[in-house]
C-alpha cells in the first residue's frame, strides 16, 4: 500500500496566522483526501483533491479558509488560513491507493495543530 | 440525514473479556465498509473491510466483523482482548461517491 509523509507532525501557531500542510505520496494516486480529527471526535472530511482540477470542498468547508493545492499526482497541501483556536485538530490526508478500495484508504500520521 | 453510527463511545474492559462494538449506516445501496484503529500517538491502520461475498469478515490481530444487511450494522467483535488492544476505532462507510465517512468512534480501554 501507499506510504504517506506528512508534515509537519505538529505545530502551535498564533491566531490569525495560516499553516501549510504537506502530503507526499511515495506513488501515484488519483485523488487526495483531507480530513480533520478535532479533540476528542471523529474524522470530518474537509475535502477531496484532485490533480489538475479544483479541490471539492463538503459542506462547512470553504477554499477561502482551507485553499488546498495538488501540483501533481504524488503531492499537495492543505493550508489552515486566518488561524482561531476553533482550527485546533489534527488534519489528516489519506489516499486511495490503486484507485480502488480493495485496499482501504491509507492515511498520513497527521498534523496537530494548536492554535493559541 | 445519512450517517455512520457508533453507540459505544467509551469502552473499559478487563484483558480476555470479549468485545463487541456496534456500527450502524444509514446509506441505501451498495456499501463498502471497514473498521481503523488508531492505537495511542499512531496513525490510522485498517482493522478489516468488508465488500461483498460472506458477511463475516476476518482481520487482523484476531478481529471479525460480521455484516447484516437487514440491519444496516456491521459490529466489530473479538472473543478475547488484550491490554494492547487498548485504541479508537473507527467504523467507515464508503458510498461509492469516493467518499470516506466515519463514525464517531469508539475508545477503548483494556485493564490488565
Known amino acids: 500500500s501507499a506510504v504517506i509523509s506528512q508534515k509537519p507532525s505538529r505545530d502551535i501557531c498564533q491566531r490569525g496566522t495560516s499553516l501549510t500542510i504537506q502530503c507526499q505520496v511515495d506513488?501515484?494516486?488519483?485523488?487526495m483526501f483531507w480530513y480533520r480529527q478535532q479533540p476528542g471526535q471523529s474524522l470530518t472530511l474537509i475535502a477531496t483533491?484532485?490533480?489538475?482540477?479544483?479541490?471539492?470542498?463538503e459542506s462547512g468547508f470553504v477554499i477561502d479558509k482551507f485553499p488546498i493545492s495538488r501540483p501533481n499526482l504524488t503531492f499537495s497541501t492543505l493550508t489552515v488560513s486566518n488561524m482561531s483556536p476553533e482550527d485546533s485538530s489534527i488534519y489528516l490526508c489519506?489516499?486511495?491507493?490503486?484507485?480502488?478500495?480493495?485496499?482501504?484508504?491509507?492515511f498520513g500520521s497527521g498534523t496537530r495543530l494548536t492554535v493559541v | 440525514a445519512q450517517s455512520v453510527s457508533q453507540h459505544n463511545h467509551h469502552v473499559i474492559l478487563s484483558e480476555a473479556a470479549s468485545l463487541e462494538l456496534g456500527c450502524n449506516y444509514s446509506?441505501?445501496?451498495?456499501?463498502?465498509l471497514f473498521w481503523y484503529v488508531q492505537y495511542p500517538g499512531q496513525h490510522l491502520q485498517l482493522l478489516l473491510k468488508?465488500?461483498?461475498?460472506?458477511?463475516l469478515v476476518k482481520g487482523i490481530k484476531g478481529f471479525e466483523a460480521e455484516f447484516i444487511k437487514s440491519k444496516f450494522s456491521f459490529n466489530l467483535r473479538k472473543p478475547s482482548v488484550q491490554w494492547s488492544d487498548t485504541a479508537e476505532y473507527f467504523c467507515?462507510?464508503?458510498?461509492?461517491?469516493?467518499?470516506?465517512?466515519f463514525g464517531t468512534g469508539t475508545r477503548l480501554q483494556v485493564f490488565p
Open positions: 506513488s501515484q494516486v488519483t485523488m
Open positions: 483533491a484532485n490533480q489538475g482540477s479544483e479541490a471539492t470542498y
Open positions: 467507515a462507510v464508503f458510498r461509492g461517491t469516493d467518499k470516506l465517512i
Open positions: 446509506y441505501g445501496g451498495t456499501v463498502n
Open positions: 468488508y465488500f461483498s461475498g460472506d458477511p
Open positions: 489519506s489516499v486511495l491507493p490503486s484507485g480502488t478500495t480493495q485496499y482501504g484508504y491509507t
